[in-house]
């Protein structure tokens, strides 16, 4: 515990002596640092902070560190960089990563980062930049170490010693037959606890399926996670070993897709910069809200329509915001699920009836549970039996409504391929204060003039 | 690309099929599914149907499903087994996870299965549950490999042959001393590529530390995050290796930490079953909602405060809703960014006031500009320059607001102890509304009576 609790306060104190400039001490204790920890503290500096820490990084490290921000901070610590230095950070990483980090860079600049790779590495950076970052073989790195099906693990482990290190989170080898073609693991540990005259494809697990390299990086996160996989071999369409995944990218999958639906239900990306400058957060910042406005002035003009009923009978101003907001609460639960549950396949065919029901259920208990409270204080505040009428009423049909929308919403957005957790709330929140005020100042009009 | 699409395409049909009440084709459909992708089609399942599909997996995987789906819809699963069922399910599964799912268990079949375990496997058990869950002791599995530092490669060697298969994910053996003090790491790749004579002492990594027992979940996730971890060792106050932690059990940490935020901002629980029946999903909602109530009062009475306004120019009515809903969404953006920066330790006393200030700065140009345009329209359709002032002011207090609130509302939930991704949605859009009413009505109050 102490040990963890003090990295971040190690973080506190590094934030707090910036703030002080006291560059000497900062200096030192960076050196403390790994790449991904120092990812960690320049994501949490303010943008002149965190160019100043920037520059203190060791060259060797800017490689790592880049990779470890995300996308919105990367882009303003590399436009600080020259050449030269693009070119050395560029050196220090492994082909998969220098794939991704390549989309980035501005043109000159991997033309000479290419240039400064021997034809080999060339070789197989293009066999990654061939795929679209988010699919397997984008994901992939090429430092795959293969052996032959018809030679002893006795012959293998010669190999290896030859070879020397292995590369990063190698947990097996990959059985390849003359053409390159994938055939099976070979775990470590088999290689180490069977006996050494024993063969290759004797030994090897011939149920480790190979990942298509168009597959998306979705379907290889949950393919990870649903077999709790280390390190995968990716193949292309003939079925011939080109590279593997480690569990470390997928990590970063399955956490920025975790995020995204959070971060998208409040118009934000996945890797918004919570210190990005004023001006670069400020488009995209208004851009939302000028969405939101329309909505807004839709249900406003639901209002306008009914402004002669509120001009006799104000109370309703005040329930107003009640059935409104309820709507909008009791939706976004349900729609919360959904989202959540069609990011992870569990919504179809199959059982929408059962989900449908089930949350308009809930909805028509809710409704009146809350409606006939709200009801009992428009009666003890208004001391009007059919204003708690209108109240009840309004708030029995909000609900029914919030769920029905919280349900169908992101099924038809979806449908329409758009983002359910972009678009869902937006949507929603409509629907529930059009339908919320519609229901109350109708119902009042109805009932009340 | 097709062999996962397939996967999900399985369960897509395999739903279609019970819905058609085809048992056959399930069983059959189902040998051929992994423990985590059974789970993940029970998860999917209404209650009547998930029931069906528990009582046709085979017995041998009941353990490892139940780990697989959340605590919601295990203990569903759980009730409909009885004793020899559970202590069957249980003895399939290895230490950590066993500790898990004891857990859920009554007292009667936790009893039985202890058991049935033989000592030594009760000795490691307890060693386990002797943690909290969400700690490195809870998350610790029991199985480590260890070796000595005096003795040569090629002796560890014949040692892993004589003992046969090593635990899943054993990417290094652990350096122990003669009282089990923990020394460093030997993976298993230096064991292939080293010489057989070297001594262990000289090729462990000494620099892999070890993980505190009582060292958080959430800490020991950043841990394996910032470091890329594979395994991580686990020792107690005195240095003694008690386990390991493997990067499987730290993805569901990942996963439903960074799932937890979002499901909390709309009350609702990480592990939220989304089939779960009507009753038991009843409560929870309902007092959701009830709080939500609350705070909609409060919003109310201020409304309530200015009804001779309204009653006097309704035109500002119709602008309620605009004003309180373009303050709500302004301020959730805030909110949301504070979350996840709160979350994962970004935000602190050394960069605060550079957050404050670049949120206000985007709340004063959004407030104005939108207030601006929402001016414009109250010139246009109700030609009153002094409603559409006030109309302006008050959008740009309420931005402003927002702002200040989506930043200061988690930070003072989080000290208080209150978790902000639960709380701070209802609290903030609270302050929103009635500060957005109370701006709206109070200025219109002052400059159009």
């Known amino acids: 515990m102490s040990e963890r609790d003090s990295y971040e306060a190690a973080l506190r104190r590094l934030r707090e002596r910036l703030a002080?400039?006291?560059?000497?001490?900062?200096?030192?204790?960076?050196?403390?640092?790994?790449?991904?920890?120092?990812?960690?503290l320049l994501v949490s500096l303010p943008p002149r902070e965190r160019m100043l820490v920037w520059e203190m990084v060791s060259p060797e490290d800017d490689g790592e560190v880049l990779l470890h921000v995300p996308e919105s901070v990367r882009t303003g610590l590399i436009r600080q960089m020259d050449t030269a230095e693009l070119v050395k950070a560029a050196e220090e990483l492994e082909i998969d990563d220098l794939a991704d980090f390549l989309e980035h860079l501005p043109e000159t600049v991997t033309q000479q980062v290419l240039k400064a790779l021997d034809a080999d590495d060339r070789a197989r950076l293009e066999r990654v930049l061939a795929y679209e970052p988010d699919t397997a073989g984008g994901l992939m790195n090429t430092d795959t170490v293969t052996v032959r099906p018809d030679v002893s693990l006795d012959v293998v482990q010669r190999y290896l010693r030859l070879r020397g290190e292995l590369p990063p989170h190698t947990d097996a080898l990959f059985v390849v037959d003359r053409y390159g073609a994938y055939l099976g693991a070979l775990p470590l540990d088999k290689i180490l606890t069977r006996a050494p005259e024993e063969l290759v494809a004797n030994v090897m697990e011939r149920e480790t399926p190979a990942i298509p390299a168009g597959e998306s990086a979705h379907d290889v996160a949950r393919r990870f996670e649903s077999a709790d996989l280390i390190s995968a071999p990716v193949v292309d369409a003939k079925g011939v070993l080109i590279g593997r995944i480690t569990i470390d990218d997928v990590v970063d999958v399955i956490r920025s897709e975790a995020e995204h639906n959070m971060m998208s239900m409040a118009g934000l990306t996945e890797d918004e910069d919570l210190f990005a400058p004023v001006r670069s957060a400020m488009?995209?910042?208004a851009i939302w809200l000028g969405i939101n406005l329309l909505t807004a002035f839709a249900a406003a003009s639901v209002v306008g329509r009914f402004e002669s009923t509120i001009a006799q009978v104000?109370?309703?101003?005040?329930?107003?915001?009640?059935?409104?907001s309820m709507g909008g609460i009791g939706g976004s639960q349900t729609l919360t699920l959904m989202i959540r549950g069609l990011a992870l396949g569990q919504v179809g065919r199959g059982n929408f009836r059962f989900l449908i029901g089930k949350e308009i259920a809930l909805a028509a208990f809710n409704g009146l549970l809350w409606g006939l409270v709200v009801g009992g204080v428009a009666l003890y505040f208004?001391?009007?039996?059919?204003?708690?009428?209108?109240?009840?009423?309004?708030?029995?049909v909000n609900q029914l409504m919030g769920a029905c929308s919280g349900v169908l919403v992101p099924l038809l957005l979806k449908r329409i391929g758009v983002d359910p957790a972009l678009a869902g709330s937006v949507v929603l929140t409509t629907v529930t204060d059009v339908v919320g005020f519609f229901a109350l100042l109708g119902l009042g009009t109805l009932i009340l003039l």
Chains 1, 2 share one sequence.
């Open 20 to 40: 002080g400039g006291k560059m000497l001490q900062i200096k030192r204790a960076l050196h403390a640092l790994n790449p991904a920890e120092i990812a960690n």
């Open 283 to 285: 488009s995209r910042r």
């Open 314 to 324: 104000t109370a309703l101003a005040v329930f107003m915001p009640i059935i409104a």
């Open 382 to 396: 208004f001391d009007n039996g059919l204003l708690a009428l209108v109240a009840c009423l309004a708030m029995l």
